[in-house]
């Protein structure tokens, strides 16, 4: 009897965690993120950029304002690809949700860092998905309150197929997001390839 309800209590939780739903990094306020945090600041973009006529929107559909013109990255302490068949909740539990082109300050670990893979939505209702390769991570450095990562540039071709992944070094988006809170606090760590 004990191990049928250690069964079902372990299905139970798997099936769980399968159902998960995405979970994205808070947003950060200010560079003081506390002793086991960082303040991580940077840009993802799309070239060339999703028309709104490449996304449908429908008026039934819960959640899908956040959903559309974003773009949600899996981040995480070990590289793990995501499973690009079907979205998988649990892969996201820590993602980086951004809107596309537009700088996003948000509080993560102090730990190196992994981006492990993101997906934009393009049809809410029929789960139509643009999916981008992860393989890149960054590096707190000691005593960083905050870091800026680059912006992340994925180019595309006509058939949506990422053809080249490029790291930018543009701190003028920096000045931009913490105005007056202490820009010189912020170190530079740009992502970099895993090799």
Request: with cysteine; hydrophobic share 40%; net charge positive.
């Amino acid at each position: 009897m004990r191990r049928r309800t250690a069964l079902a209590v372990a299905g139970s939780a798997l099936l769980l965690q399968a159902c998960a739903v995405p979970r994205a990094l808070p947003e950060a306020t200010s560079i003081d993120p506390g002793e086991a945090h960082v303040v991580v600041i940077g840009k993802i973009e799309l070239v060339p950029p999703i028309d709104p006529r490449e996304q449908r929107s429908h008026w039934n559909v819960v959640g899908e304002k956040r959903m559309l013109g974003r773009v949600w990255m899996a981040t995480g302490a070990e590289f793990r690809p995501v499973t690009t068949a079907q979205l998988e909740g649990s892969q996201f539990q820590h993602s980086l949700e951004a809107q596309w082109g537009v700088p996003f300050m948000v509080r993560a670990p102090r730990q190196r860092t992994y981006l492990n893979g993101g997906v934009t939505h393009l049809d809410a209702l029929n789960r139509e998905r643009l999916w981008f390769p992860g393989g890149l991570y960054f590096d707190v450095p000691a005593g960083a309150q905050a870091v800026y990562v680059g912006t992340l540039r994925y180019h595309r071709n006509d058939f949506n197929a990422i053809t080249r992944i490029e790291v930018l070094d543009e701190r003028g988006d920096v000045a931009k997001l913490v105005k007056g809170m202490g820009e010189a606090q912020v170190r530079t760590s740009l992502l970099q390839r895993l090799r």
